[in-house]
């Protein structure tokens, strides 16, 4: 048994907790892992033994939870007056959160026009201060980069490592909850930090004995922001997957181990291929991710349909948001007649048509 149930507690073992670092949580980790039932079939591969760990069911709705408990834990313990990070949504809605259950004030640069509303809803309910920036994400990350020391904030984006360290949890729920490591992870790159703390998790628990082998890791960039597929920063990224919209990923070098390391690969998928995904894994699975979340499933129908055999395999993918963080992404994914009809039981028959 557990003394708690918080993530750094239960894992505490495996991450860099000292006695006197306190426990801020909000209840993160242990989000589910799904066995696809009808996608497989849908894709022509009837065997194809899929999973999808569904990190969207954290506490703010994304797998920056797990990280950012940690990160915050850490400034508590080091006396840290304040928070700050750069953001394309997610970081600043898990920020926000566990700075305000720390009692620490926090600071969020976002790149204007292209946060979701459901993550700026989050951050300015929470009570983070906004600041809006006339510029990308990159660019928000430099100027926080410059600004954190000289006003005494601990940077929270994953340039610090115990985001990273804190992320690393999700690669020992897998195994914990496959009974084995999966033979592959297909997972969204952004800033390239979650790729590589699930390597770094799946590493650690083989090196340890606690597992007999380690997935490979397949990582997938959308096209118009895929700086490490095409090896150089991307100065005006684009893609309708805002949270991943980064063109020049802070965790690059260690991602890319990741990959080479783990015998996997990373890739770019387009934003036709990343929305027919999203679509696809809500009609068929009913599960309502993010855009960005659905470019490592995307990554995986691009292998299939390039010939690649999986049927012998367990694979894993990871779905990084909550589909609710980003409602105008359904509603214009989907074009429907939402004009109301007379109440009558006449016409609501009509209707149903059957
Ligand atoms: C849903 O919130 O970078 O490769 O500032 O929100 O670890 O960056 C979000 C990234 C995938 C990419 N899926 O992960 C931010 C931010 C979702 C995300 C990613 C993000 P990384």
């Not at 926090?106 to 979701?116: T, Y």
């Not at 005006?236 to 890319?256: D, F, H, L, Q, V």
Request: charged share 20%.
């Amino acid at each position: 048994m557990h003394s708690s149930s918080a993530l750094i507690d239960i894992y505490r073992d495996y991450l860099p907790m000292s006695e006197s670092t306190p426990v801020i949580t909000l209840g993160e980790g242990n989000t589910p892992l799904v066995k696809a039932v009808n996608l497989p079939q849908q894709l022509g591969f009837p065997k194809l033994n899929l999973h999808f760990k569904l990190e969207g069911l954290n506490p703010t709705g994304s797998f920056k939870d797990r990280g950012m408990t940690l990160a915050i834990s850490k400034a508590v313990e080091e006396g840290c007056r304040g928070v700050i990070c750069a953001s394309t949504g997610n970081t600043s809605a898990s920020a926000a959160a566990f700075a305000t259950k720390a009692g620490l004030p926090c600071f969020v640069l976002l790149p204007a026009g292209h946060v979701a509303l459901g993550k700026l809803a989050q951050a300015i309910l929470y009570g983070a201060k906004l600041i809006s920036i006339d510029g990308n994400f990159d660019q928000a990350l430099n100027l926080v980069k410059d600004v954190a020391e000289d006003c005494h904030l601990t940077i929270v984006n994953s340039i610090n490592n115990y985001r990273l360290e804190g992320q690393k949890t999700a690669a020992f729920e897998v195994i914990e909850q496959l009974g084995k490591p999966p033979d592959y992870l297909f997972i969204p790159v952004g800033n390239a930090g979650n790729i590589s703390a699930y390597w770094r998790g799946f590493k650690l628990w083989k090196n340890m004995g606690k597992a007999a082998m380690a997935p490979r890791m397949c990582g997938f960039e959308a096209a118009g922001a895929a700086a490490i597929v095409l090896k150089r920063p991307i100065a005006e990224p684009e893609t309708k997957a805002t949270a991943i919209r980064i063109g020049n990923p802070a965790s690059w070098k260690e991602a890319e181990k990741a990959a080479l390391e783990s015998d996997g690969w990373i890739d770019s998928v387009t934003d036709d291929e990343i929305m027919d995904a999203y679509k696809l894994i809500a009609r068929s699975e009913g599960i309502f991710c993010e855009p960005s979340s659905a470019a490592g499933v995307a990554g995986l129908i691009k292998h299939l349909k390039a010939g690649a055999v999986l049927t012998d395999s367990t694979v894993v993918a990871v779905l990084t948001g909550n589909g609710l963080k980003d409602p105008n992404a359904a509603m214009s994914a989907i074009k429907i007649d939402l004009n109301p009809i007379e109440a009558t039981v006449e016409k609501v028959k009509l209707a149903i048509g059957i």
